[in-house]
């Protein structure tokens, strides 16, 4: 077997060092990204404000045209004092004042499921879908508790759409009056939402 040089044996040995380390060293290689950073003035976002809204939230689950049914009850509901694993989905009115019959501004879609073994406390799960005024076609999302005999209960709002786009806040629901034989409620709502 024939020698190497002194020079090709230190360039053998350089170039081998140097494979080494560009494979142990990580390669940040720019790829196409699904992601970026947008200024809000190119989605049309202006000022941010602080909105209040007033409305009152019929449940009807009994007589002959309920908006609030029940699609899910465990085994152990029956013998529960809180209805533990009952789910319950709605398309409730909401109203300008607490009769029915008074002016619809929307309609409370979504579910809502009792979470707890010990009280009367509902997951809730919902979208305010507003059908009234210059919000009609827009929507704010809830996802909270709510500890039905409790005075007043605040529930997270999460999102939003339409004019209620990147809306956060919070809605306080507050038992206006409660039927203990049909089971129907009547909730007023206040609701305060950051939104553009």
């Known amino acids: 077997m024939a020698k190497m ?3 090709a044996t230190i360039s053998f040995v350089f170039l081998f060092n140097i494979i080494i380390l560009f494979s ?3 390669v940040t290689v720019k790829s196409d990204s699904f992601s970026g950073h947008l200024s809000p003035k190119k989605l049309g976002l202006k000022r941010e404000k602080l909105s209040h809204l007033h409305f009152y939230f019929h449940d009807i689950v009994g007589g002959k045209n309920p908006t609030a ?4 009850r465990a085994a152990i509901t029956k013998k529960s004092f809180s209805s533990f694993g009952l789910v319950t989905m709605m398309d409730d009115p ?3 004042k607490p009769e029915i019959g008074s002016k619809l501004v929307g309609r409370a879609q979504g579910i809502y499921a009792s979470a707890s073994q010990s009280e009367v406390s509902f997951l809730m799960a919902l979208n305010f879908v507003f059908t009234e005024g210059k919000y009609n ?3 704010l ?3 909270g508790r ?3 005999f409790s005075g007043i209960r605040e529930m997270p709002i999460v999102g939003g759409s339409g004019l209620f ?3 956060r806040g919070y809605a306080q629901a507050n038992t206006h009056e409660i039927d203990f034989k049909t089971g129907d409620a009547i909730v007023e709502y206040n609701v305060y939402v950051f939104h553009y």
């Open 146 to 148: 709510n500890n039905v």
């Open 5 to 7: 040089s002194t020079n």
């Open 94 to 96: 909401l109203t300008v």
């Open 69 to 72: 049914v029940p699609v899910v």
């Open 141 to 143: 999302s809830i996802l």
């Open 165 to 167: 786009r990147f809306a």
């Open 24 to 26: 142990l060293t990580p």
């Open 137 to 139: 076609g827009s929507t």
